[in-house]
């Protein structure tokens, strides 16, 4: 008996349906992109293990997916470390590629491989699939595509504006009103740690920061003991946790807080410029605000930390992310090229414009007009007719076989196909077609012309 096939954990097929509403998102995000200045690159699904490995952290070289060594791949393992199971040491003998985790690297990667190629300030925008083994979840998956624009080779503040604008505008195309886009800088952070006595605790103690409210205020406040912060520091913390009011209203409490750090205050100014500017330009659904727990990508991120929160009342994780990074192309050896970018959540912008029924009625119309199959004599005439209608950008099929009339109708409507047309004898008599509106039900003879503009119109 044959094996039932199946597919890996954490991927999915899609349907024509679920293709076409992919694929309504994907142009909506392209189409933003290019009226914002950005070009697109691709890069290949596999990079060499050491462009990927030590760029995540720890916990993100284990979610890479490793590529095995063609060929007898255990030739390069010596008896003494197969012996010893030591999994990190054998996969650098057995596997030279992996699978891409994010687009940002690759990026990286690609301004440092193609730097004489490119005019800078560089904007770019990249739509491809990437592969986590992550534990699969509602809304996790282990390949899911991003959709990425960067700036590469400018400081400048205005493009953390530019982005929030980005966002603003297609999550407004998209029709998804009300999204949070959530800021901070890495600089805060790190003058708060600094304020505190704990710089040398960063990661701990944003990490703790970042569950206040999964968790609450005490719990993070013990979690940050176990970590070594001393009490001393909690209690300079305690303005932090009391934060309230709007953008303004919170920067100035932050004043307060980092009064004696250099460094905060730059995050702080830096802030302060990007608020300005976009209190000054206005976001059409979106709203801004900060979020000093706000604490992603600190591996690799320098200034602006971006999330984009769902509509309130959707349950949902971040729908998009980003952020300033002054040196992501020094790994590779090029050093000083400051970037800022953003990335969209197509798989979970999709849960949640479907959850929200947000998805428009006619993207997923493949086809406009069905033509009935009466036999070779009227599906000949049937081509032609078809042929016409294509080069006007009309949609337009035969149904291939001959079979009961009663199902080719009904193929038509389970495929929502809104016109279907009878070319039979006595049609091929006159020259003319009898149309069908299979949602009004209306039936009309016309000839080729009339054909051709009713089902345009």
């Known amino acids: 008996m044959a094996q039932k096939p199946s597919i890996p954990k954490g991927t999915r097929d899609f349907n ?15 189409s933003k992109f290019e009226l914002f200045g950005f070009q697109p690159i691709e890069t290949p699904s596999f990079e060499n293990s050491d462009t990927l490995m030590g760029k995540y952290g720890e916990e993100g070289d284990r979610l890479i997916f490793k590529i095995l060594n063609s060929g007898d791949y255990l030739n390069k393992v010596n008896d003494e470390l197969y012996q010893s199971k030591d999994s990190n040491k054998i996969t650098t003998k057995i596997s030279e590629k992996a699978l891409r985790y994010d687009l940002t690297v690759p990026f990286a990667r690609y301004v440092v491989h193609h730097q004489n190629e490119i005019d800078f300030p560089f904007k770019r925008y990249q739509i491809q699939p990437v592969w986590r083994a992550d534990r699969p979840q509602k809304g996790r998956f282990r390949e899911f595509y991003q959709c990425d624009a960067d700036v590469v080779g400018s400081d400048s503040l205005w493009q953390e504006v530019e982005f929030i604008q980005l966002y603003d505008a297609v999550f407004t ?42 968790i609450g205020e005490e719990k993070v406040k013990d979690e940050m003991r176990s970590k070594g912060i001393s009490e001393a520091g909690i209690v300079k913390l305690q303005p932090l946790f009391q934060l309230s009011g709007d953008f303004g209203a919170q920067i100035n409490e932050l004043k307060a807080i980092l009064d004696t750090s250099e460094e905060g205050k730059k995050g702080i100014e830096e802030l302060e410029f990007i608020n300005k500017g976009i209190t000054a330009l206005g976001l059409k659904t979106a709203s801004l605000q900060l979020d000093v727990t706000l604490a992603r990508g600190l591996n690799y991120y320098t200034g602006a930390i971006f999330e984009v929160a769902a509509p309130k009342g959707v349950s949902m994780g971040s729908i998009g992310g980003g952020g300033r990074y002054d040196d992501l192309t020094g790994i590779f050896g090029l050093k000083d090229m400051s970037g800022v970018g953003i990335s969209f959540g197509l798989d979970r912008i999709a849960l949640v414009l479907e959850d929200l029924n947000l998805f428009p009625e006619t993207i997923t ?33 035969l149904f291939p076989d001959n079979k009961k009339t009663i199902k080719q109708f009904n193929y038509a409507n389970k495929r929502n196909i809104p016109y279907v047309v009878l070319l039979g004898e006595s049609e091929l008599e006159s020259n003319t077609y009898t149309l069908k509106n299979m949602i009004s039900g209306n039936q009309q003879q016309v000839n080729l012309a009339e054909l051709i503009a009713t089902v345009k119109s």
Request: aromatic share 6%; no cysteine.
């Open 16 to 30: 024509p349906e679920e293709v076409a509403k992919r694929n309504y998102i994907f142009s909506t995000i392209r």
């Open 173 to 214: 195309a998209l029709g998804l009103n009300g999204v949070t886009i959530k800021i901070n800088n890495r600089k805060i952070l790190s003058g708060i740690a600094e304020v505190i006595g704990a710089q040398d605790k960063l990661i701990d103690f944003t990490v703790a920061l970042d569950k206040l409210d999964k």
């Open 365 to 397: 119309n493949t086809v406009n007009v069905l033509f009935i199959n009466f036999g070779d004599r009227e599906s000949m005439a049937s081509m032609k007719a078809i042929k016409a209608l294509r080069e006007h950008g009309v949609s337009a099929e």
